[in-house]
């Protein structure tokens, strides 16, 4: 069955830096779309980050990122390591909120940010 652990989050001040990372087993990681996700208390789930599957067969794959995110977030893949990572740095109060890191059911290559249906159990980020 698909798992994805979490980890790396915690409390940090304002331009701080954090990695997450995302353990994944149970499926064709190294083929598959990953994303990251957040969710503040009062707001609904928004996406972050995606990287797509066609990195394991040519270059490291492609990336896209919310407005929110880009110039200061950066997503990225270990397929050796079964590991998805998103480098904060520049941190802000507004990005506080749990983090999930996410597939795309059947382990698809193609990212679409409506397609996640594989959650892991969240990191906490608080910029504080």
């Known amino acids: 069955q698909v798992q994805l652990v979490e980890s790396g989050g915690g409390l940090v001040q304002p331009g701080g830096s954090l990695r997450l990372s995302c353990a994944a087993s149970g499926y064709a990681y190294g083929a598959a779309c990953m994303g990251w996700f957040r969710q503040a208390p009062g707001k609904e789930r928004e996406g972050v980050a995606t990287i797509d599957g066609f990195g394991k067969f040519s270059g490291s794959g492609t990336t896209n990122y919310a407005d929110s995110a880009k110039g200061r977030f950066t997503i990225s893949r270990d397929n050796a390591k079964s590991t998805l990572y998103l480098q904060m740095s520049s941190l802000k109060p507004e990005d506080t909120a749990m983090y999930y890191c996410?597939?795309?059911?059947?382990?698809?290559?193609?990212?679409?940010?409506?397609?996640?249906?594989?959650w892991g159990q969240g990191t906490q980020v608080t910029v504080s």
């Open positions: 996410a597939t795309v059911s059947g382990g698809g290559a193609i990212c679409r940010w409506g397609a996640f249906n594989y």
